[in-house]
């Protein structure tokens, strides 16, 4: 089992940056990758992130791409998400998830953390 807590979230001015954090605890040296991924009201969730634990590579869904940011703390076990330019659009619950093969099934869920962005 792997258990994850996401902080950070808050209000924040469209062209303004918040950064997010996803602590890891449990079997986390058996993960394969974490992901971000956000849901706005009335939408459905979407992808925004990701990184391979192994080899560090990052992901990211195009809406983000260029503005957004995921690394890692490996001694903490912890992924951040700097989130900088960002736009009313980016408004929604973010979560954290931890997919434990390589088949990138995301079993596990942080509780996710609000994000607002006003325009």
């Known amino acids: 089992q792997v258990q994850l807590v996401e902080s950070g979230g808050g209000l924040v001015q469209a062209g303004g940056s918040l950064g997010l954090s996803c602590a890891a605890s449990?079997?986390?040296?058996?993960?394969?990758?974490m992901g971000w991924f956000r849901q706005a009201p009335g939408k459905e969730r979407e992808f925004v992130a990701q990184l391979r634990w192994t080899d560090g590579n990052t992901y990211y869904g195009d809406s983000v791409k260029g503005r957004f940011t995921v690394s890692r703390d490996n001694a903490e076990n912890t992924v951040y998400l700097q989130m900088n330019s960002l736009k009313p659009e980016d408004t929604a619950v973010y979560y954290c998830?931890?997919?434990?093969?390589?088949?990138?099934?995301?079993?596990?869920w942080g509780q996710g953390t609000q994000v607002t962005v006003s325009s």
């Open positions: 449990g079997r986390t040296f058996s993960m394969y990758a």
């Open positions: 998830a931890a997919a434990p093969t390589t088949r990138l099934s995301y079993d596990y």
